[in-house]
């Protein structure tokens, strides 16, 4: 097995019975696991120097003694062999701790969810053409949205979800978030949620909404107590502007759409993700439009 292979999944706590046994009896076992854990204490340092640390990692290397002559005195000299197979263990180990020290982001495309389970067991539902991104070490239950998520949060500390629009923090609960463009969205479904949008902060209980559109705070209260229908192969829309609808609907079908028509118009309905005529006719039926289609684009006219 390759040494980098088996690396990244000892730091990753990956590795099965058989790997670790092969990692253990590596010759470089002892010597990597000593470097990276002094690379970590080092990286964690606030006043961290690469080349004072690098001092420090020359005085650990192992040294070949000359033998002695009449008109030399006794020096220390490192085979280039070994200098080369220790600096590729080091560039090999640090590198490796870059990647754990990192950020993780677990990303979905058109038409596609996924479920991440989190280091404290809570699990975030991710949906189509969204992306979630959380520290790989010394996670502190804080997670950055991109999208939609639905987020089912463990009981501990307070647990954050960071979007480019604000912020919401919750204590064990179950909720729902959406970050798109001039779009934002939060719906409490179990526990109590606080939003932060701005100078703006509303704490929301259960079936509550709050709703930015354009920049706009649209006030909500107790209209929502299903569970979000995106998680089940749906979505569901209540007196939401169509131009939003449309943009969901691309993100489930791999289509473009243009709307000859007022996209500020409210539409209250669903459509499904798994049958494309039947999830445009779920739109196009309640508003009266017609459509013509070209290739991978629909084009929506009234239907005079």
């Keep these: 097995m390759k040494k980098e292979y088996l690396v990244k999944k000892w730091l990753d706590n990956e590795l099965t019975s058989e790997e670790e046994i092969a990692f253990n009896i590596s010759e470089d076992f002892s010597f ?58 080091f560039v090999l180990a640090f590198s490796t701790l870059l990647y754990v020290t990192s950020k993780k982001e677990v990303s979905t495309f058109i038409g596609e969810t996924t479920v991440l389970t989190l280091p404290d067991n809570s699990k975030v539902y991710i949906s189509a053409s969204s992306s979630v991104q ?27 979800v960071a979007t480019k629009d604000a912020s919401v923090k919750v204590l064990g609960t179950k909720f729902n978030v959406i970050s798109r463009d001039n779009y ?25 909404k709050f709703l930015v559109i354009d920049n706009k705070i649209i006030e909500t209260r107790n209209t929502e107590k299903d569970l979000p229908k995106w998680n089940g192969g ?24 243009k709307a000859n028509f007022n996209v500020d118009e409210k539409f209250t309905g669903s459509f499904v993700h798994d049958n494309e005529n039947l999830a445009l006719k779920s739109i196009i039926l309640p508003l009266n439009l017609k459509i013509t289609k070209k290739n991978n684009s629909i084009t929506l006219f009234k239907n005079d």
């Design 32 to 89: 990597l696991t000593d470097l990276t854990n002094d690379l970590k204490e080092a990286k964690l340092k606030s006043n961290f120097n690469e080349d004072l640390e690098f001092s420090k990692l020359k005085d650990k290397l192992p040294l070949k003694k000359t033998k002695k002559t009449k008109k030399t005195k006794k020096t220390k000299v490192i085979s280039f062999n070994l200098i080369a197979r220790i600096a590729a263990i």
């Design 234 to 257: 749906k979505s569901s829309f209540k007196n939401t502007p169509i131009e939003y609808v449309l943009k969901e609907f691309e993100r489930h079908y791999n289509i473009k759409i």
């Design 184 to 208: 934002f969205e939060t719906i409490c479904y179990e526990g109590r949620v606080l939003v932060t949008y701005n100078d703006t902060k509303r704490v929301l209980n259960v079936g509550e």
């Design 134 to 160: 959380i520290k790989r070490l010394n996670w502190e239950r804080n997670i950055t949205l991109k999208g939609e998520a639905y987020f089912e949060v463990e009981k501990g500390k307070k647990f954050t």
